[in-house]
């Protein structure tokens, strides 16, 4: 599960103000500099679709080392929930759903102004690996055919994958905050199996594998310390 990455962000939190604290009484300073960040994260494309990833508006969180005004290193927590209870409902079933779970691991370069005493605007392209976990799915149907009533059961685990992300960032910042946005695209692939069983004894499993694109824009604020 990706939500085990997040223990990652402690190493590079802990890294980064030891360089920082060093920095601070070093003749020789990197300008290395520590933020932390959180905000909303708006799927896109097949990620959002219904039909396909069905993710809904979620959250992040990370945290991110930058070197003088370019090089930079960003870990970062995603969580979307899913749409899928609700599509099974209008349906006439019943079920459940879990998150979209995620940890990004980005680098990449700032090219922009450097501020002076005011805000500073700067774009970077980003490029790394998505750790991600697809939802867990359990819902019901139950069908009439003439007189027999059935009751359809499905079950899909949730499992992982890891795939190449990329994408680009926008930000602004002004004294020690910063607000941006950022857009990440990648097509991990999934190795699922569902089990299907009903009320009239038949089970079956089936198994395969999916990719999918898991695109979103994130929307976030931080503190520079």
């Known amino acids: 599960m990706p939500l085990r990455y997040i223990w990652l962000t402690v190493p590079l939190i802990l890294f980064a103000i030891s360089l920082h604290a060093q920095d601070s009484t070093n003749d020789n300073p990197t300008n290395l500099s520590f933020n932390i960040y959180g905000g909303a994260v708006m799927p896109t494309g097949e990620y959002f679709d219904q039909n396909i990833g069905a993710a809904k508006i979620g959250f992040c969180f990370g945290a991110r080392v930058v070197r003088g005004t370019g090089f930079f290193l960003d870990a970062g927590y995603l969580s979307n929930p899913t749409s899928l209870k609700e599509a099974v409902s209008s349906n006439g079933g019943s079920g459940t759903s879990g998150n979209w779970k995620s940890f990004l691991l980005l680098g990449g370069f700032k090219i922009g102004t450097s501020g002076g005493n005011g805000p500073a605007f700067s774009i970077a392209p980003v490029v790394g690996a998505i750790f991600v976990s697809s939802p867990n799915v359990d819902y019901s149907v139950t069908e009439t055919f003439q007189s027999l009533t059935v009751t359809e059961h499905y079950s899909t685990a949730s499992v992982s994958s890891t795939a190449l992300a990329y994408g680009g960032m926008i930000e602004l910042k002004a004294k020690h905050i910063m607000l941006g946005a950022r857009l990440v695209s990648s097509n991990p692939t999934f190795h699922y199996s569902t089990h299907y069983s009903s009320s009239t004894g038949a089970q079956s499993t ?16 931080g503190y520079e310390f």
């Not at 999916?210 to 604020?221: D, E």
């Open 206 to 221: 089936s198994s395969g594998s999916l990719t999918r694109g898991v695109s979103f824009i994130q929307l976030m604020a």
